[in-house]
């Protein structure tokens, strides 16, 4: 799972990229390995990181801004009820 959040990040090797900081004792930080889905806990890491480079003023590239909707609908997706009809 760790390779996997790191892989998460490779938007962020750009060479003007924002570091990004994981406290292990925030609840949600520490939660991320038990998520088990190694692409959804990579999903949650790139919303954290481009949520923090907003945060901090910068600028998102075309590719940080991408994922930062794709991610951001795909988390969101996820942790709604279902509206699908119940028969």
């Not at 060479?15 to 088990?36: F, T, Y």
């Not at 481009?50 to 998102?60: D, N």
């Not at 075309?62 to 969101?76: C, G, K, N, T």
């Amino acid at each position: 799972l760790q390779r996997a959040l790191l892989a998460g990040l490779r938007v962020s090797r750009r060479a003007d990229a924002v570091p990004l900081v994981l406290n292990v004792d925030n609840p949600l930080v520490s939660a991320l390995p038990g998520l088990g889905d190694p692409a959804r806990a990579a999903r949650v890491v790139r919303v954290l990181y481009t949520q923090s480079a907003v945060l901090a003023r910068h600028t998102l590239s075309p590719e940080e801004s991408r994922f930062l909707s794709d991610d951001l609908l795909a988390v969101l997706t996820a942790a709604a009820p279902s509206t699908e009809p119940v028969h």
